[in-house]
Antibody, heavy 117, light 107 residues
Framework: QVQLKETGPDLVQLTQTLSITCTVS????????VHWVRQPPGKGLEWMGA???????DYNSAFKSRLSISRDTSKSQVFLKMNSLQTDDTAKYFC???????????WGQGVMVTVSS | DIQMTQSPSFLSASVGDRVTINCKAS??????LNWYQQKLGEAPKLLIY???SLQTGIPSRFSGSGSGTDFTLTISSLQPEDVATYFC?????????FGAGTKLELK
């Protein structure tokens, strides 16, 4: 069955870099797209960026040049890296499978990351 | 960016009640509106896609309606396991945007 699982640190220091891995099963990264979404505590969800099945990427302009998404198809993994972390980057980070004209159909449970000074 | 206004933010209802949650888009999103259920500590679950299509495996008490800018999620007869937060997603145009969520609890 389709599964996505995020793994990453619980705590990241201010101005440091966040790295999260999304490991997927039940589908191929060359067939489906995987996106990243985050949710700060008590706030709404925010789309961050996309890894398209062809290998291209797109990013929410809100993250400017801080965000990078990559993948390793042989390991069925998609990676999020975001630098220059601030306290307002404290959030739960999700990866989600994207199906064309169906939106996000499967999500991971998310990983809660706290940015600490 | 398209703004999604979801209402109400909180909802308290009894088992068996008919429950409705609304999302309003700041511009036309055709029918590209999804509804999700999120329980504490779990992955969000897709309930309804493209405004009114029931995702496989989702109970038929969940339904969706609307097009353009106004959309509704209806639970025809609330069950205890439906206690959760519900949110909408517009996937008509980038960046995709979400409603702020509705927390549903039992009265």
């Amino acid at each position: 069955q389709v599964q996505l699982k995020e793994t990453g640190p619980d705590l990241v220091q201010l101005t440091q870099t966040l790295s999260i891995t999304c490991t997927v099963s039940g589908f191929s990264l060359t067939t489906y797209n995987v996106h990243w979404v985050r949710q700060p505590p008590g706030k709404g969800l925010e789309w961050m960026g996309a890894m398209w099945n062809g290998g291209g990427t797109d990013y929410n302009s809100a993250f400017k040049s801080r965000l990078s998404i990559s993948r390793d198809t042989s390991k069925s993994q998609v990676f999020l890296k975001m630098n220059s972390l601030q306290t307002d980057d404290t959030a739960k980070y999700f990866c989600a499978r994207h199906a064309v004209r169906r939106g996000f159909d499967y999500w991971g449970q998310g990983v809660m990351v706290t940015v600490s000074s | 960016d398209i703004q999604m206004t979801q209402s109400p933010s909180f909802l308290s209802a009894s088992v068996g009640d008919r429950v409705t949650i609304n999302c309003k888009a700041s511009q036309n999103i055709n029918r590209y509106l999804n509804w999700y259920q999120q329980k504490l500590g779990e992955a969000p679950k897709l309930l309804i896609y493209n405004a009114n299509s029931l995702q496989t495996g989702i109970p038929s008490r969940f339904s969706g309606s609307g097009s353009g800018t106004d959309f509704t999620l209806t639970i025809s007869s609330l069950q205890p396991e439906d206690v959760a937060t519900y949110f909408c997603l517009q996937h008509n145009s980038w960046p995709y945007t979400f409603g702020a969520g509705t927390k549903l609890e039992l009265k």
